[in-house]
């Protein structure tokens, strides 16, 4: 419990909120159907690595920049962290990504907006198959992560930012074709919270369960 004392621990829970924020913001926000020019799935994928990359090198320092509860419960596991610190991530973590969303969700025109990238399953894809891709993206993910910033290597590691953004990278490169990539479930949970407020509102049409229910391939890849 000493930590919650510690302005560093308030930081970098601090820290976390701000860089999901931003995050989710940039990466929902390069998914938008402008019209004049549709986003292309490589446009997408850059987008979401070099958010990643680029708040890692910003934020790295002040709370480790996980950005993801999925990374937060991994470094749990590999006793990285302590379960009060985690505990605080996960929960920054998905409150920064649903004010991002939010944002977002205001500033965007309502033609252009659409569901906000919320997550559904596409290309006839089942359950299995989605859950089964994820699990194999978001284990490369961890892979790249521990291994970039492990403390115990002699050679020469480079930028552990650029490794874990090409690795966001490369995860939706492939990962958006069978579920959107989410690789993320505060990505996820944001764009399906604000929509359905959204669509609470009077006058406004209720979203489906089905497309509210799943969050694994967002809309923005069916084709």
């Known amino acids: ?34 019209a004049s020019s549709p986003p292309s799935v490589l446009q997408i994928a850059v987008a979401f690595g070099l958010g990643i990359g680029t708040l890692v090198q910003a ?38 990504a649903v004010a991002g969303a939010a944002i977002l969700h205001e500033i965007t025109p309502v033609e252009i907006r659409g569901d906000l990238a919320v997550n559904a399953l596409h290309n ?14 978001t ?4 892979l790249c992560i521990f291994a970039s910033t492990d403390e115990r290597r002699s050679d020469n590691l480079g930028s ?32 399906a919270v604000v929509t359905v407020k ?3 509102s009077p006058g406004a049409p209720r979203s489906s369960q089905k497309e509210l229910g799943l969050l694994l391939a967002p809309s923005w890849s069916r084709r």
């Open 1 to 34: 419990m000493w930590e919650l004392r510690s302005i560093a621990f308030s930081r970098a829970v601090l820290a976390e909120f701000l860089a999901t924020l931003l995050f989710v913001f940039f990466g929902l926000g390069s998914a938008l159907q402008w």
């Open 59 to 96: 934020l790295g320092h002040v709370s480790g920049a996980h950005i993801n509860p999925a990374v937060t419960v991994a470094c749990l596991v590999g006793c990285h962290v302590s379960f009060l610190r985690a505990a605080f991530y996960v929960a920054a973590q998905l409150l920064g």
């Open 124 to 137: 006839n894809a089942t359950a299995g198959q989605a859950v089964t891709v994820e699990l194999f993206l």
């Open 139 to 142: 284990m490369q993910l961890v």
């Open 160 to 191: 552990p930012a650029l490794s874990i953004g090409f690795s966001v990278t490369l995860g939706h490169l492939l990962g958006i074709y069978f579920t959107g990539c989410s690789m993320n479930p505060a990505r996820s949970l944001a764009p």
């Open 198 to 200: 959204a669509n609470e």
